[in-house]
């Protein structure tokens, strides 16, 4: 193996592709940001070559080719960890396929082995695309990009003819629906949809070419014993429910035609009313776990945006408190800060014909909107947002949609503060669920007072009403903040009058696994001190000589 490297090394070493080899000194380190630049264009560029890999070499100058040795991520750890790093930041998670470490010339050097971009999907790095001009790191010219995006097109299995299917394997009453959609989504043609046969109805909506039927067409509007007619593709959507433990409780397999069956299986899913009270409150807020819209447009895009060549099911995963959707195929935006951010319709599609049957037949709209509305229906609720995993390599979209309140302060932090921007909303939202977010967005959270903590061990301020106008939450916040102190300094009083008095280590393990979970165990402790130093203050404890805390003799 090292042998096969060495002689890699020496390939590469002599190399003249500067848009798919890089070298780098690298001596003594390389800025991490940089490294992710490089990555991004590398892999773009090694997919617009037809390239098996790109490669990006540490520890030789660029210029003369001379082993100058890296003391770069010394040890196989931190380059598996550098793996890891760095995939948290590009399109569906990619990065380095293998980083060889080896000895040339007596010195270290460092192969990273980048694989090619998937095909039609651009690799960005934060967000953003690169490419190479010459021996140049440069934005990703707007040209590749689209040669990138292009490269599905042509290969559209939506719009290829079902070769064997006739209007007479179409449901009916799918062709009654189709109709009335078309008639709804353009207004100005109802009169003369009336006077059109099927197959033309068809053709207008993009689902049949020259009166043939496309995959589209049976996906649509087939009959169930039609699926055999777009074989190998699978046309099914599974729903599922588990129970608290993921043990599973009952399903149901739903086929074509979709725009009417995609009813019958969102009809499956428990959507049932939430009794909110924040703070303690004896009027709690009333909503459903489900905003109708976000569960249906997430069904709807894992019909219209699934790799159907790949042979998978669409899933539907219902727990006690959120669905979990799941189709096959890469991102097409990429990452979804992207689609977030979009603000056109989607410029590349990977069914074209199918996403244009579905537009026709009112299932999805052109504008590019509905991902972010969907995040927009949940901080509308005050619920938690979506969480999206992109999984490249298994080539897959899970999209998981939250029905209950994970911690009720960021439910009281977005009802408090109305005009929060989604960004900001989005930051709240990770640090809830104990991920890391920017120190950008950290500054500005801590700013505004929503976030406590040690980076990157953030929690959510205890109350929303500190930040807020509003008297009764300002008051809310004052009587509980009390109720808690008084509730947990009444546990030490009650353990010293018991026990005579208690070192300090027996009452961090007393109170510890009663504080909140959102503190990490350094703000437990910190705040047990501060109730010890409260009750000294008032005259209740003390510390005696043998160094335990026992109450003042009266």
Not at 203 to 210: C, L, P
Not at 280 to 292: A, C, I, N, R, S
């Given at each position: 193996?090292?042998?096969?490297?060495?002689?890699?090394?020496?390939?590469?070493?002599?190399?003249?592709?500067?848009?798919?080899?890089?070298?780098?000194?690298?001596?003594?380190?390389?800025?991490?940001?940089?490294?992710?630049?490089?990555?991004?264009?590398?892999?773009?560029?090694?997919?617009?070559?037809?390239?098996?890999?790109?490669?990006?070499?540490?520890?030789?100058?660029?210029?003369?080719?001379?082993?100058?040795?890296?003391?770069?991520?010394?040890?196989?750890?931190?380059?598996?960890?550098?793996?890891?790093?760095?995939?948290?930041?590009?399109?569906?998670?990619?990065?380095?396929?293998?980083?060889?470490?080896?000895?040339?010339?007596?010195?270290?050097?460092?192969?990273?082995?980048?694989?090619?971009?998937?095909?039609?999907?651009?690799?960005?790095?934060?967000?953003?695309?690169?490419?190479?001009?010459?021996?140049?790191?440069?934005?990703?010219?707007?040209?590749?990009?689209?040669?990138?995006?292009?490269?599905?097109?042509?290969?559209?299995?939506?719009?290829?003819?079902?070769?064997?299917?006739?209007?007479?394997?179409?449901?009916?009453?799918?062709?009654?629906?189709?109709?009335?959609?078309?008639?709804?989504?353009h207004p100005r043609l109802a009169n003369e949809v009336d006077a059109w046969d099927d197959m033309e109805l068809l053709g207008r909506a993009g689902v049949a070419v020259k009166r043939h039927l496309t995959n589209s067409a049976v996906l649509l509007l087939g009959k169930p014993t039609s699926a055999h007619l777009i074989s190998p593709a699978i046309a099914n959507i599974t729903w599922v429910l588990v129970?608290?433990?993921?043990?599973?409780?009952?399903?149901?397999?739903?086929?074509?035609?979709?725009?009417?069956?995609?009813?019958?299986?969102?009809?499956?899913?428990?959507?049932?009313?939430?009794?909110?009270?924040?703070?303690?409150?004896?009027?709690?807020?009333?909503?459903?776990?489900?905003?109708?819209?976000?569960?249906?447009?997430?069904?709807?895009?894992?019909?219209?945006?699934?790799?159907?060549?790949?042979?998978?099911?669409?899933?539907?995963?219902?727990?006690?408190?959120?669905?979990?959707?799941?189709?096959?195929?890469?991102?097409?935006?990429?990452?979804?800060?992207?689609?977030i951010e979009q603000v056109g319709p989607q410029k590349f599609y990977r069914n074209h014909a199918l996403c244009q049957g579905m537009v026709n037949f009112n299932m999805i709209d052109t504008i590019g909107r509905g991902i972010r509305k969907v995040f927009t229906e949940q901080r509308k609720r005050?619920?938690?947002?979506?969480?999206?995993?992109?999984?490249?390599?298994?080539?897959?979209?899970?999209?998981?949609?939250?029905?209950?309140?994970?911690?009720?302060?960021?439910?009281?932090?977005?009802?408090?503060?109305?005009?929060?921007?989604?960004?900001?909303?989005?930051?709240?939202?990770?640090?809830?669920?104990?991920?890391?977010?920017?120190?950008?967005?950290?500054?500005?959270?801590?700013?505004?007072?929503?976030?406590?903590?040690?980076?990157?061990?953030?929690?959510?301020?205890?109350?929303?009403?500190?930040?807020?106008?509003?008297?009764?939450?300002?008051?809310?916040?004052?009587?509980?903040?009390?109720?808690?102190?008084?509730?947990?300094?009444?546990?030490?009083?009650?353990?010293?009058?018991?026990?005579?008095?208690?070192?300090?280590?027996?009452?961090?393990?007393?109170?510890?696994?009663?504080?909140?979970?959102?503190?990490?165990?350094?703000?437990?402790?910190?705040?047990?001190?501060?109730?010890?130093?409260?009750?000294?203050?008032?005259?209740?404890?003390?510390?005696?000589?043998?160094?335990?805390?026992?109450?003042?003799?009266?």
């Amino acid at each position: 193996m090292e042998q096969s490297q060495h002689s890699l090394f020496e390939m590469l070493r002599y190399h003249c592709e500067n848009e798919v080899v890089e070298f780098k000194k690298a001596e003594n380190g390389f800025d991490f940001d940089d490294l992710g630049k490089y990555f991004s264009a590398l892999s773009n560029e090694a997919n617009l070559r037809k390239k098996d890999f790109a490669w990006l070499v540490f520890g030789v100058h660029d210029k003369s080719r001379e082993v100058v040795g890296t003391t770069y991520k010394n040890g196989a750890k931190s380059l598996q960890k550098l793996k890891h790093d760095l995939a948290q930041h590009t399109t569906g998670g990619n990065t380095f396929r293998e980083i060889f470490e080896l000895e040339e010339e007596g010195k270290r050097v460092l192969l990273f082995q980048i694989p090619p971009a998937s095909r039609g999907i651009p690799v960005a790095w934060q967000g953003h695309f690169y490419g190479r001009r010459g021996e140049s790191l440069v934005a990703l010219d707007m040209n590749k990009y689209d040669e990138i995006r292009r490269q599905t097109i042509d290969e559209d299995w939506s719009r290829q003819i079902a070769e064997e299917a006739t209007i007479e394997d179409l449901e009916p009453l799918a062709l009654k629906k189709a109709r009335e959609e078309f008639k709804a989504v353009h207004p100005r043609l109802a009169n003369e949809v009336d006077a059109w046969d099927d197959m033309e109805l068809l053709g207008r909506a993009g689902v049949a070419v020259k009166r043939h039927l496309t995959n589209s067409a049976v996906l649509l509007l087939g009959k169930p014993t039609s699926a055999h007619l777009i074989s190998p593709a699978i046309a099914n959507i599974t729903w599922v429910l588990v129970d608290g433990h993921g043990e599973k409780q009952d399903y149901e397999h739903f086929s074509i035609p979709f725009l009417l069956t995609v009813d019958e299986a969102l009809a499956k899913i428990r959507n049932l009313n939430q009794r909110i009270m924040p703070g303690g409150t004896l009027f709690p807020d009333v909503v459903k776990q489900y905003d109708e819209y976000s569960i249906r447009e997430i069904l709807h895009n894992c019909i219209a945006h699934q790799d159907y060549m790949m042979q998978e099911r669409i899933t539907m995963v219902e727990s006690p408190d959120s669905v979990t959707f799941s189709n096959g195929g890469s991102f097409l935006p990429g990452t979804v800060q992207n689609a977030i951010e979009q603000v056109g319709p989607q410029k590349f599609y990977r069914n074209h014909a199918l996403c244009q049957g579905m537009v026709n037949f009112n299932m999805i709209d052109t504008i590019g909107r509905g991902i972010r509305k969907v995040f927009t229906e949940q901080r509308k609720r005050f619920f938690p947002m979506p969480d999206f995993h992109i999984e490249e390599e298994k080539r897959e979209v899970t999209v998981k949609i939250y029905g209950r309140i994970i911690d009720e302060r960021y439910y009281r932090l977005l009802k408090a503060n109305p005009d929060l921007s989604l960004g900001d909303c989005i930051a709240l939202d990770a640090v809830q669920k104990h991920e890391v977010i920017g120190k950008e967005e950290v500054a500005r959270l801590r700013k505004l007072h929503f976030i406590e903590g040690r980076y990157p061990n953030l929690y959510l301020s205890e109350y929303a009403a500190k930040t807020s106008d509003n008297n009764e939450l300002k008051m809310e916040y004052i009587k509980n903040k009390s109720f808690n102190d008084q509730h947990f300094k009444k546990m030490i009083v009650s353990y010293l009058r018991s026990f005579g008095g208690a070192t300090r280590a027996e009452l961090n393990t007393l109170l510890q696994s009663k504080l909140s979970d959102v503190l990490s165990d350094e703000q437990k402790i910190r705040k047990i001190g501060n109730l010890l130093s409260g009750l000294k203050k008032e005259g209740i404890i003390r510390l005696s000589e043998k160094k335990k805390w026992v109450l003042v003799e009266v």
